[in-house]
């Protein structure tokens, strides 16, 4: 396969020429926002490196990359709605720059757009590439639902949130990577291994997501420290925490929580302390290395090139440890 | 072809036999609710129509048909929350009875569904599918838009106004129609004249809508007459009232719509007067039976049975005069 700089080159070529409708503006300017603001456009980057792993055409699975990228910044933009998200990447989110109908509609709209992309495609894979692309747009619906419940629950049993991560994010990942490898004519087996690779990864990126936000540096993860903290976020180091927590703690961690007496310092500061006695950031990169390791052993059993498993290997290894 | 009695039968029993999955029921529930509000199934029964009139399978247009029907829901759960509309089909929206972030994420949800549902389709026909059906999914929030932008805006000009019933209603009547024409394997002459058939039917059908929320009988339209005029909703009747005008009216009726010291009766009963003056009515009526006229000329040229054609007449003229 090629490099991964060489696909990365290759994909910013690819947005940069993508023409986003322009009328009416109103609609199609948003859109062209959320694409400005980019991000790493990682789900690409997979679509293009399924297809190459397996000898496959580029220029047949574009127009599934571009899918893809639309798809997930619909999500985006619907997501940052619900949870009421004022910043994305730095910028204003769309209903903050806008307004939540035109957030609603645009992203309505990016949807089409993707599926539209995809449509284009050559006519001998299209609808085994479109009931994996349709299936998981809506299991990543049912995560993002499972993800909204827990704001309302106090319990969330590890199981129940291991599901959510995976509907949520993994799946996507996943779902990249596979249909790279249709396109490329790959075999069933194949397919089924570079889906569980993208899984296994997906689940290990979401929960270094998670540790980031509280055990993070500042200035590498690009966001505040402690966000989960103050928004009550169920991560999994919540999740795990009170898991193991005795009844004091388990007491002390959901007083510093809701309190409205402590100020945000204080808050991230205790919790921390709290999940510090119960090792709560060991276990965390222990479970990442865990489904990490079983990525590599998917990737391991591949029927691919030697030197592809090293790069794709490097590569993850790369997403993985970014930000330490 | 069938008769449009047993396509209807059909289409129930199909609907009494979708199961939506159950997990996660916040999610889903919704869905379950929006379509056991089911309306009058038009599209779908379209769907079939288009099949059935070139001699196509019915069994193998079904998931189109209801895939019609899922995404035209999602569209108006969607609407219904930028509208804020409180009541859809004489019960509570779902952003009314649940919330906006449900009523946002289940409508997603139906329009990942609504292309799973095609995406089961045989594969020599989806890729035609498809294409016709992302590109009206993304004109209908096209047309969604430029009805947003209209609130907004003093003047609309007519063929701005007939753009946006074009988008926003036309194209998914259409669009239904040729779905089931492609799938019956219909060549590409009769697509084009089912099509235009079915988008002028929808203009007519959408006229009539403004013209009956105004001039219809209460009793016979299902919801209160003069709603447009209380929403200040720039319909046919408002934009062609204002190219009629004459300054004087033209101050009145803008006067009439923004006043606040009038009561909602007075305020109608006003506007309809000046529409009444203007012969907005008559005009309205004139417009509708050209579109419908041109409808039926491209029956006329279609190359079906003459006694498939006045089925598809009949229908064509109940749905028109149904609530007079």
Redesign the interface.
């Known amino acids: 396969m090629h490099s991964f700089d060489y696909l990365q080159e290759k994909l910013n070529r690819i947005f940069a020429s993508v023409k986003i409708i322009s009328?009416?503006k109103?609609?199609y300017d948003p859109i062209a926002y959320t694409l400005s603001l980019s991000g790493k456009r990682i789900r690409p980057l997979l679509v293009l490196t399924g297809c190459d792993l397996y000898g496959g055409d580029l220029d047949k699975v574009i127009n599934v990359a571009i899918g893809i990228e639309l798809f997930h910044n619909f999500t985006l933009l619907?997501d940052d709605?619900?949870d009421q998200a004022p910043i994305r990447r730095g910028k204003d989110t769309v209903h903050k720059k806008w307004n939540?109908?035109v957030a609603?509609?645009s992203?309505?709209?990016m949807?089409?757009?993707a599926?539209?992309y995809i449509?284009?495609?050559q006519?001998t894979v299209?609808?085994e590439v479109?009931?994996v692309f349709?299936?998981t747009?809506?299991q990543v619906?049912?995560g993002?639902?499972?993800d909204?419940?827990f704001e309302s629950q106090e319990n969330v049993f590890l199981p129940d949130y291991i599901r959510m991560i995976r509907l949520k994010t993994a799946v996507l990942i996943a779902c990249s990577l596979k249909l790279g490898a249709i396109v490329a004519g790959a075999n069933a087996e194949e397919k089924k291994k570079i889906y569980a690779f993208g899984e296994n990864l997906g689940l290990a990126f979401q929960l270094q997501d998670d540790l980031l936000d509280t055990f993070g540096e500042e200035n590498k993860f690009g966001k505040e420290i402690g966000g989960d903290i103050i928004a009550k976020k169920k991560t999994f180091l919540y999740v795990k925490a009170l898991e193991l927590a005795n009844d004091m703690q388990r007491e002390a961690l959901l007083r510093y929580l809701s309190t409205l007496s402590m100020t945000p310092d204080a808050k991230i500061r205790r919790v921390k302390e709290l999940y510090r006695i119960l090792h709560i950031e060991e276990i965390t990169k222990a479970e990442i290395s865990g489904y990490f390791d079983k990525a590599l052993q998917c990737l391991d059993q591949m029927d691919v090139e030697q030197n592809d498993k090293k790069e794709l290997r490097g590569f993850a290894n790369r997403l993985l440890i970014r930000e330490y």
Chains 1, 2 share one sequence.
């Open positions: 009328e009416p109103e609609l619907h709605i619900m939540a109908n609603i509609l992203g309505d709209t949807f089409a757009l599926t539209e449509s284009h495609l006519a299209l609808p479109l009931k349709t299936m747009a809506r619906c049912e993002q639902q499972y909204m419940n």
